[in-house]
């Protein structure tokens, strides 16, 4: 079932940004030829006007076919050519190869704000002035290999209390647990949570070491968050939904900015994406947090697409973006035979890419 949803998932997130292509070449009368759902082989279609609306057998996402996009003889000198993709000003190319970016950017908006409207888990430091309900002290993540981790703790339980014997506490904020497990690092402490409804206890004995910039200081090994669930007015709910959309692509910039910072000074670690398998896991998580939580996480990996579409690199929407820019500058075009080559070991290297991670996260998987 998982995978059947990832499916679903990548489709849908692959159709929005292929849809976004699509939108603004018709609107700039560029000739498209076919918009497909799936890969070939074709299994059926039906021709509009001059489009083709095919489904296809493989499930793996869509495309479309925008007349010369990858420059043939009919593009640059046929009846059409005119209507090719080639001869539209160098603006409209820009727009249509954006195109998809911004549709994946606006579905994550709508994701977010339709989370909103129904209740979105919000952390309290983020609500600015809106009024929070169920508010809990949740895990926002457990460390490998730590005490909490080998105790049972996930991530999302929400800590109702500590006990060491007959003492216990019902802990309010972050520090209120960090305080109690320093107090008693040598004895083992009783934790209360709530999952799904349902009250679990765990004894969970502390350790040095387990934060890496508190050596000295006895922890269980988990960050925590104050938690509730923001419910806004349709208006509203579009405007946080659009302040989130920003916070995830300035997130998201920002990281992949670091990662190849890393990888183009020998330092990169695989530990630090996922590919298609890990995917697949995460989405499994994600939805069973909730069906507000798999609605996020549909926005993060939407942003992601997004920012990653945007790497000026060759078979990438960016990398198409920076031929057009290289072709304004220099004042003609790149010879298609050139341009079509550099496309295509652009993503012979992806594929590869997306093989060595996908590799690395079977083996994280066959491991753990």
């Given at each position: 079932m998982t995978v059947i949803l990832f499916l679903a998932i990548l489709v849908a997130l692959i159709l929005v940004h292929e849809f976004g292509h699509f939108l603004v070449a018709k609107w700039a009368r560029i000739r498209?030829?076919?918009?497909?759902?799936?890969?070939?082989?074709?299994?059926?279609?039906?021709?509009?006007g001059e489009t083709l609306y095919s489904v296809n057998a493989l499930p793996l996402g869509g495309f479309v076919k925008i007349f010369g996009e990858d420059p043939s003889e009919a593009a640059l000198s046929g009846p059409d050519a005119a209507r090719s993709f080639i001869h539209k000003p160098k603006i409209v190319q820009l727009a249509v190869l954006v195109a998809g970016v911004f549709g994946n950017i606006i579905l994550a908006w709508l994701l977010l704000s339709l989370g909103f409207t129904i209740g979105m888990p919000t952390a309290l430091e983020q609500t600015e002035g809106h009024t929070l309900t169920d508010v809990r002290l949740v895990t926002t993540s457990v460390l490998p290999d730590s005490p909490a981790e080998k105790a049972g703790f996930l991530?999302?339980?929400?800590?109702?209390?500590?006990?060491?014997?007959?003492?216990?506490?019902?802990?309010?904020?972050?520090?209120?647990?960090?305080?109690?497990?320093?107090?008693?690092?040598?004895?083992?402490?009783?934790?209360?949570?709530s999952r799904d409804d349902r009250q679990k206890k765990f004894t969970v004995q502390p350790k040095v070491g387990v934060i890496a910039n508190e050596p000295e200081v006895p922890a269980i090994g988990i960050a925590m968050g104050v938690v509730g669930t923001l419910t806004l007015p349709p208006p509203l709910a579009l405007i946080e939904g659009a302040q989130a959309t920003g916070g995830l692509l300035r997130g998201t910039v920002v990281g992949l900015y670091h990662f190849v910072v890393q990888a183009l000074a020998g330092a990169g670690d695989f530990s630090q994406i996922t590919g298609p398998v890990g995917i697949v896991g995460l989405v499994g998580d994600a939805s069973a947090l909730g069906f507000i939580y798999l609605l996020s996480f549909t926005a993060l990996i939407s942003v992601n697409l997004a920012v990653i579409n945007l790497l000026p690199f060759p078979s990438l929407?960016?990398?198409?973006?920076?031929?057009?820019?290289?072709?304004?500058?220099?004042?003609?075009?790149?010879?298609?035979?050139?341009?079509?080559?550099?496309?295509?070991?652009?993503?012979?290297?992806?594929?590869?890419?997306?093989?060595?991670?996908?590799?690395?996260?079977?083996?994280?998987?066959?491991?753990?």
């Amino acid at each position: 079932m998982t995978v059947i949803l990832f499916l679903a998932i990548l489709v849908a997130l692959i159709l929005v940004h292929e849809f976004g292509h699509f939108l603004v070449a018709k609107w700039a009368r560029i000739r498209v030829d076919e918009f497909g759902i799936g890969f070939p082989p074709r299994l059926f279609g039906r021709k509009r006007g001059e489009t083709l609306y095919s489904v296809n057998a493989l499930p793996l996402g869509g495309f479309v076919k925008i007349f010369g996009e990858d420059p043939s003889e009919a593009a640059l000198s046929g009846p059409d050519a005119a209507r090719s993709f080639i001869h539209k000003p160098k603006i409209v190319q820009l727009a249509v190869l954006v195109a998809g970016v911004f549709g994946n950017i606006i579905l994550a908006w709508l994701l977010l704000s339709l989370g909103f409207t129904i209740g979105m888990p919000t952390a309290l430091e983020q609500t600015e002035g809106h009024t929070l309900t169920d508010v809990r002290l949740v895990t926002t993540s457990v460390l490998p290999d730590s005490p909490a981790e080998k105790a049972g703790f996930l991530l999302g339980d929400s800590i109702q209390e500590l006990s060491v014997g007959q003492f216990s506490v019902r802990p309010e904020k972050p520090e209120d647990v960090a305080a109690f497990v320093s107090a008693h690092g040598k004895e083992d402490v009783t934790v209360l949570v709530s999952r799904d409804d349902r009250q679990k206890k765990f004894t969970v004995q502390p350790k040095v070491g387990v934060i890496a910039n508190e050596p000295e200081v006895p922890a269980i090994g988990i960050a925590m968050g104050v938690v509730g669930t923001l419910t806004l007015p349709p208006p509203l709910a579009l405007i946080e939904g659009a302040q989130a959309t920003g916070g995830l692509l300035r997130g998201t910039v920002v990281g992949l900015y670091h990662f190849v910072v890393q990888a183009l000074a020998g330092a990169g670690d695989f530990s630090q994406i996922t590919g298609p398998v890990g995917i697949v896991g995460l989405v499994g998580d994600a939805s069973a947090l909730g069906f507000i939580y798999l609605l996020s996480f549909t926005a993060l990996i939407s942003v992601n697409l997004a920012v990653i579409n945007l790497l000026p690199f060759p078979s990438l929407d960016g990398g198409r973006f920076l031929f057009v820019i290289i072709e304004a500058m220099k004042g003609s075009a790149i010879k298609p035979a050139i341009a079509n080559t550099v496309n295509a070991v652009g993503f012979i290297l992806l594929i590869l890419l997306m093989l060595a991670v996908t590799y690395h996260d079977i083996v994280k998987l066959v491991t753990s």
